[in-house]
């Protein structure tokens, strides 16, 4: 990774209150799935069956007689948080060597977490961007997809995800996911529109509140982080992590007895530390994490493949 050069760290003083970086203010994975913070690294946790859903035919009781019995099952799933880390080497000539508005030490952590919390969500989007990951799903295409605004119908296909995913769990979504794209088409989708609009909506968070109760869900994320997809001395290349995708997830707080597609395990706090090595004439920036993105229950997720063109 390369340093800034010498002297490239010089401005001039009529700049020192502007600077231009780019960064992701609005990162969705822990919204996603929600952290629970753990105290051992690993670990398993309590899981129940559906049994509690399947009804007898029958419950009365003749006098004398004992109620009815029925049993339940149980199971474990496991955790385990793994470290993550990255660092960043600051040699003293630069700290030594720069004007405002430079700071080195500081745009290294800063872009230290960048770097890191850019990891959690990319891993994320990933994970979720792949039909053999959510087997819940449909790929769209050609006139299904949502940029047709003619013939494509979103609600009908958020129904058939709420439809699948109530038949298989019981539960319906409360969060619909949305990469940017898909977000920017709907805001403009005649058939969301036409209902929006007869109401008198102009603020954008009316708006997206009630396009969420046209969903029927609780909320909307809107996922626009970006990563720049090229190697280091290409042309850059910027591409939206969340893709041109959607998805239908139910979201619980994490507690007793209640169903959610994910949680993040954490088992340590993300930690910022700065050492000095003596051999380099360095300061050496560091950030670490440890987590567990797990999904505690695919069939609470529903997949919205290529959602728009």
């Not at 690993?42 to 559906?50: F, H, L, M, P, V």
Request: charged share 25%; hydrophobic share 40%; with cysteine.
């Amino acid at each position: 990774m390369a340093n800034p050069l010498l002297g490239q760290t010089k401005v001039d003083k009529i700049l020192t209150q502007f600077s231009v970086a780019y960064r992701n203010n609005n990162l969705i994975a822990d919204r996603i799935m929600p952290i629970l913070a753990v105290k051992e690294k690993s670990g398993k946790y309590a899981k129940y069956g559906k049994d509690n859903l399947r009804l007898p035919d029958s419950m009365e009781r003749a006098p004398g007689t004992r109620a009815m019995s029925f049993d339940y099952t149980v199971s474990q799933g496991t955790y385990a948080c793994t470290e993550k880390a990255i660092e960043k080497e600051v040699p003293i000539e630069f700290q030594n060597n720069q004007d405002d508005p430079y700071d080195a030490k500081r745009d290294a952590t800063a872009f230290a977490i960048d770097k890191m919390w850019g990891y959690q969500e990319n891993a994320l989007a990933t994970y979720m961007a792949s039909t053999g990951n959510l087997t819940s799903n449909v790929t769209l295409s050609g006139t299904s997809q949502f940029s047709d605004y003619a013939n494509s119908d979103p609600l009908g296909i958020v129904k058939t995800g709420r439809t699948t995913m109530l038949g298989l769990t019981g539960k319906k979504p409360n969060v619909l996911v949305l990469g940017n794209d898909v977000w920017e088409t709907l805001l403009i989708h005649p058939d969301l529109t036409a209902r929006i609009v007869s109401v008198g909506m102009t603020n954008m968070e009316a708006i997206k509140k009630a396009m969420a109760e046209l969903f029927q869900v609780e909320e909307i994320l809107i996922g626009d982080a970006i990563k720049l997809a090229s190697n280091e001395g290409q042309t850059d290349d910027l591409d939206n992590i969340w893709g041109k995708h959607a998805w239908l997830i139910h979201r619980a707080r994490p507690s007793l007895m209640a169903p959610t597609f994910g949680i993040t395990f954490k088992d340590v706090q993300r930690q910022v530390d700065v050492r000095y090595e003596d051999a380099i004439l360095s300061d050496v920036v560091r950030v670490r994490d440890s987590f567990d993105q797990n999904v505690i229950d695919v069939n609470l997720a529903y997949f919205i493949k290529d959602a728009v063109a």
